[in-house]
């Protein structure tokens, strides 16, 4: 049987997946309703923007410069593989849009796992969100994890809520 700590900080962790979950398809959303192709890469593209955040944290040591650069390099990546690769299948049927951006995601993943291994990196938290963690009557959840739940969930439903009359 479960208990009301574990019940707890499951659901917190379930909230901090949800929210990023929603976040990415909200941006596959987008992607879909301007562009009308189905971006297949799209969660391995967000992959390679926090390996490209932990890469800019090790240089910098500063949480800002690694948010930055990975969305950056994550920018620059998809303006080059649109204007390069996915411009070229926009007349083409959908099936082939599907392949060709599903075959960049692979080619990423792999790409990753020859540079950074298939080991999970992590990046502490800013020292803003490092301070004493919150108990909650019978659990106790570091602030920072408290901040990314409710950060991730805000983003998502702002993105969900500007983009959804406009795509519809």
Not at 3 to 12: E, G
Not at 37 to 51: K, R, S, T
Not at 77 to 99: A, K, S, T
């Amino acid at each position: 049987m479960i208990s009301w700590p574990n019940f707890i900080s499951q659901l917190f962790n379930g909230l901090a997946l949800g929210a990023l979950l929603a976040l990415i398809s909200s941006g596959l959303t987008i992607i879909y309703g301007t562009l009308g192709v189905l971006n297949l890469a799209h969660g391995a593209m967000f992959m390679l923007g926090g390996y490209a955040g932990y890469v800019a944290f090790e240089y910098s040591g500063s949480f800002v410069v690694a948010v930055a650069a990975g969305s950056v390099f994550v920018m620059i990546l998809g303006v080059l593989m649109e204007r390069v690769i996915i411009r070229h299948f926009y007349r083409r049927p959908n099936e082939d849009q599907l392949l060709v951006t599903f075959g960049l995601g692979i080619c990423f993943v792999e790409v990753v796992r020859l540079l950074f291994s298939s080991q999970s990196l992590t990046v502490p938290p800013p020292l803003l969100f490092q301070a004493s963690p919150i108990s909650a009557s019978c659990t106790t959840r570091p602030t920072a994890s408290r901040w990314s739940v409710s950060s991730r969930w805000r983003s998502a439903c702002c993105f969900s809520c500007s983009t959804g009359p406009a795509l519809a």
